[in-house]
């Protein structure tokens, strides 16, 4: 103990040292504050959410009242859905930054309301949001390269090295204590902050651990490369260049890489093709006879079937109808971008179990749930939300049964729980 | 004069090699080196570049390990135990590089700490005062201190250690006369704790000044080993001559 606190003297008066490690402790805490500025923005957006929704119902509940017409209901009424955030969100904001985390959803067609944005592998993509998994991934190790080039070099370069291993505690001792010290410090500047910010989140203790484990691994990682290097007994600039240039590879360069090689291997049609098509398919369909329309939709939901039939005026079930329609004829579709992102997704995986940079991300947004499959887990929960939104819906249409002000609170609510 | 004609130990030596052999594939580096230091007594290690020197020192400290012979710091074999002969050993390389950014006091308290001693501050300023460094640059940081006031610091440090053995890497070089005076004045102070001092160098003045004995080394082994007598200790004329032909006998 005594000797470490000798070398954490020594460390302490080494300016560059003590000024990397408050950068890098101040880097975090800055991350942390707008990593949990951002989801306390949308956990307010998402709290606001009863109030204007019962505003907007209140405006069409007093139309619907009067006409009693449930089509005019499905085709007005916004029904939001949400994405609330996981309690550790806040650490690694993943898709949260680009992905819709609120979306309002009508009985109408699904897919053009779902695709107005795209989806793709985060982790495998550049930098992104200033975040806490920014600053341990991208930011991290080159202050793990800046306390650890020069561990051995320095002192040979300074004419030291041969004093200090010609004594009892000095040589590989005295390196692996200056190791573990160094280690230590980064880990807790790093760690220290998150696990504040963690406990003020709520995140459960188990997390908390799991996640300053993967800290100090990431880090040991980091640290274990440094010391590779420095057993080549080359100058420190030599390690810090060599150092330097592995960090670009492994955590710009190979990422990106991969990232190209992946989506290069699994062509992914945009998400907006699939919203165009199915709204082709919709607007076409006013030009399709009605029958023809019906015709089709009661054979895939001969449930509806016994409806009676369309008369010469407008009926909203028609139009609700060729909006179904829409949908299913882009279903293949939507099944082989699904699939595909799926694929991409398991090839990220399967990059990130071979470098440690996207494995870490990859890992922090699995547990933040603000990963891929977090996001395809929201838009399988709207899509069943939707489901269950026509259903209601098409039970007045298809009936026409009368749909009054006390219909709308019998409508289904979206009820968030969280997966994927 | 002889190895063999003018070393009998007494007791045990605290440094003791006997034919110690180390080459590098066709290069013999050591080649049956033969050198004992008693207790209480300063030798001196001369020769030219290349002639084993720093090699050897760097068997005494376990850093490199030699193919036959024997070598030992207080009867332990530093190849076998490095640690145990380290910590009988105090090491002063060429320059003494210390820590800047930490004074005096603070240095020597450090390198006490990974020779495993503990020693108070009155303890430490007692050692640098012994070792000639003026009280006001005890609590000043190395940044601007010469080489000879690193090397009293250093010096502190081994007196302090009191190890049995002291290891000197060309102690002189780049000091001026006064400075070198006064390091053999040290010298002198350390000798007589009973230190075996084993001091490498090219200072042929300054090792007839303090050593005991002085040992030639040529090709990896000891040519010549010279023991002072009488009040005038070297006829430093010859071993100048020696030094500088590098000739195989010390005129008469």
């Known amino acids: 103990m005594r000797l470490f606190r000798h070398e954490f003297r020594l460390l302490l008066r080494q300016r560059l040292t003590v000024g990397a490690l408050a950068l890098l402790a101040l880097l975090t805490v800055a991350a942390l504050a707008t990593g949990m500025a951002e989801i306390a923005r949308q956990r307010g957006a998402i709290a606001a959410i009863p109030a204007a929704q019962a505003e907007d119902i209140g405006a069409v509940a007093e139309y619907v009242d009067r006409t009693k017409d449930a089509g005019s209901a499905a085709y007005y009424s916004f029904h939001p859905t949400w994405d609330a955030p996981a309690p550790l969100a806040f650490a690694a904001l993943g898709m949260r930054d680009v992905a819709p985390f ?221 909006h179904q329609n829409g949908d299913e004829s882009v279903a293949d579709a939507v099944r082989a971008y699904r699939d595909g992102l799926d ?52 039970g007045y249409l298809f009936r026409d049964r009368p749909f009054g002000k006390a219909d709308f609170d019998r409508a289904p609510r979206f009820a968030d729980t969280p997966g994927g | 004069m002889t190895h063999a004609e003018t070393v009998m130990p007494p007791t045990p030596d605290p440094i003791l090699i006997e034919d110690l052999m180390l080459a590098y594939g066709a290069q013999r580096v050591l080649d049956g080196l033969s050198l004992r230091v008693p207790a209480g007594s300063i030798t001196a290690l001369l020769g030219g570049n290349g002639a084993g020197k720093s090699t050897t020192l760097s068997a005494l400290l376990g850093f490199t390990r030699t193919q036959s012979g024997t070598i030992a710091v207080c009867g332990i074999d530093p190849a076998a135990d490095p640690d145990g002969a380290r910590r009988r050993i105090a090491y002063l390389p060429e320059n003494v590089a210390l820590y800047e950014h930490l004074t005096a006091v603070e240095n020597a308290d450090y390198l006490l700490a990974l020779s495993g001693e503990r020693q108070g501050r009155g303890a430490i300023t007692d050692a640098l005062a012994a070792a000639g460094l003026q009280e006001r640059a005890w609590d000043q940081r190395l940044g601007g201190f010469s080489k000879g006031m690193r090397q009293k610091v250093a010096i502190a440090v081994a007196l302090l250690r009191r190890v049995p053995v002291l290891l000197l890497d060309e102690p002189t070089s780049g000091l001026d006369p006064r400075a070198t005076a006064d390091f053999n004045g040290l010298l002198v102070q350390v000798r007589a704790r009973g230190t075996a001092v084993l001091m490498v160098t090219h200072d042929l003045l300054s090792a007839a000044d303090v050593a005991d004995r002085i040992a030639f080394l040529e090709a990896g082994r000891v040519a010549h080993e010279v023991k002072a007598s009488g009040p005038d200790r070297f006829d430093v004329r010859a071993l100048h001559a020696r030094f500088q032909t590098g000739s195989a006998r010390i005129p008469a």
């Open chain 1, 102 to 322: 609120i979306v309002r959803v009508r009985a109408l067609g699904i897919e053009a309301q779902i695709y107005d944005g795209d989806m793709f592998n985060p982790e495998l993509a550049l930098p992104g949001r200033f975040d806490f998994a920014f600053v341990l991934v991208f930011l991290a190790p080159l202050f793990v390269i800046a306390l650890f080039h020069d561990l051995v070099s320095a002192e040979r370069e300074a004419g030291r090295q041969r004093m200090l291993e010609a004594l009892p505690n000095g040589g590989r001792a005295l390196w692996r204590r200056r190791t573990v010290l160094r280690l230590l410090l980064l880990w807790a500047v790093i760690g220290v902050p998150f696990a504040v910010a963690a406990a003020m989140a709520g995140v459960a203790f188990g997390q908390v651990l799991i996640v300053v484990g993967l800290v100090a691994a990431y880090l040991f990682f980091w640290v274990a490369l440094a010391a590779l290097v420095g057993r080549l007994r080359w100058s420190s600039v030599a390690n810090a260049a060599t150092l330097a240039a592995a960090w670009l590879v492994l955590v710009l360069i190979v990422p990106t890489l991969g990232n190209v090689a992946i989506n290069g291997a699994i062509p992914v049609n945009q998400g907006a093709e699939i919203a165009m098509a199915q709204r082709e398919a919709v607007n076409g369909a006013w030009d399709v006879p009605r029958d023809a329309t019906m015709r089709r939709f009661y054979a895939r939901h001969p449930i509806w079937a016994d409806s009676a039939p369309l008369g010469p005026a407008f009926h909203y079930k028609w139009y609700l109808a060729f």
């Open chain 1, 343 to 394: 694929r991409r997704d398991a090839g990220g995986r399967a990059l990130s179990r071979l470098l440690p940079p996207i494995g870490v991300q990859a890992l922090l947004m699995r547990m933040a749930r603000t990963d891929l499959r977090a996001q395809l887990a929201y838009q399988d929960r709207i899509r069943a939300y939707h489901e269950r939104l026509r259903s209601f819906y098409y």
